[in-house]
T-cell receptor
Framework: KQEVTQIPAALSVPEGENLVLNCSFT??????LQWFRQDPGKGLTSLLL?????REQTSGRLNASLDKSSGRSTLYIAASQPGDSATYLC????????FGTGTRLQVFP | ETGVTQTPRHLVMGMTNKKSLKCEQH?????MYWYKQSAKKPLELMFV???????ENNSVPSRFSPECPNSSHLFLHLHTLQPEDSALYLC?????????????????FGPGTRLTVL
């Protein structure tokens, strides 16, 4: 049974810092892995999708890596801004999305 | 309207009420999903539909009844709910099931319906 874990659970940093959010999964037989952003009380916004054959994906200041063999993915946020404050969720797709509990990020000015 | 829309955005109901949540996707996708998000718990998949056919029912109580009349619309009918059913209910869609569409299959989510059961 796939289990997804995210650490840290919460992070508070001054703006401008480069950040690393971690996601681990127990079953490496995944189709892909998605990273999402969720603002309080809102739906999920898809940030990046990494296919099982890929090692990383980039979108603007975001870079996500995938190491299937070790069951890990990392979301790297460069030069963080207050507008990045949100909860970040990763989900491993083994025919259905299995979500972690998220990392709540606060970036203060 | 673009993407995935959900109505209503907020719903308060008593335990004896019957209500329905509506989801509509404007992306031309074949697969649609219902998820439940409770406080401090990971998102839980409830139901999956592919081309209007239910392909997964994730041990959800019968007081939740899904309906998919066509590939663009998905409903969740609610009756005799319990206070512990209070949560954010999220709808999502994707091109198809990942085992059919392949590894690029991406899910897109709606804004959710915040449900409170009194």
């Amino acid at each position: 049974k796939q289990e997804v874990t995210q650490i840290p659970a919460a992070l508070s940093v001054p703006e401008g810092e480069n950040l690393v959010l971690n996601c681990s999964f127990t079953d490496s037989a995944i189709y892909n892995l998605q990273w999402f952003r969720q603002d309080p009380g809102k739906g999920l916004t898809s940030l990046l999708l990494i296919q099982s054959s890929q090692r990383e994906q980039t979108s603007g200041r975001l870079n996500a890596s995938l190491d299937k063999s070790s069951g890990r993915s990392t979301l790297y946020i460069a030069a963080s801004q207050p507008g990045d404050s949100a909860t970040y969720l990763c989900a491993a797709n083994t025919d259905k999305l299995i979500f972690g509990t998220g990392t709540r990020l606060q970036v203060f000015p | 309207e673009t993407g995935v829309t959900q109505t209503p955005r907020h719903l308060v109901m008593g335990m004896t009420n019957k209500k329905s949540l509506k989801c509509e996707q404007h992306l031309g996708h074949n697969a649609m999903y219902w998820y439940k998000q409770s406080a401090k718990k990971p998102l839980e998949l409830m139901f999956v539909y592919s081309l209007e056919e239910r392909v997964e029912n994730n041990s959800v109580p019968s007081r939740f009844s899904p309906e998919c009349p066509n590939s663009s619309h998905l409903f969740l009918h609610l009756h005799t709910l319990q206070p512990e059913d209070s949560a954010l209910y999220l709808c999502a869609s994707s091109q198809d099931l990942v085992r059919l569409a392949g590894t690029m299959n991406e899910q897109f989510f709606g804004p959710g319906t915040r449900l409170t059961v009194l």
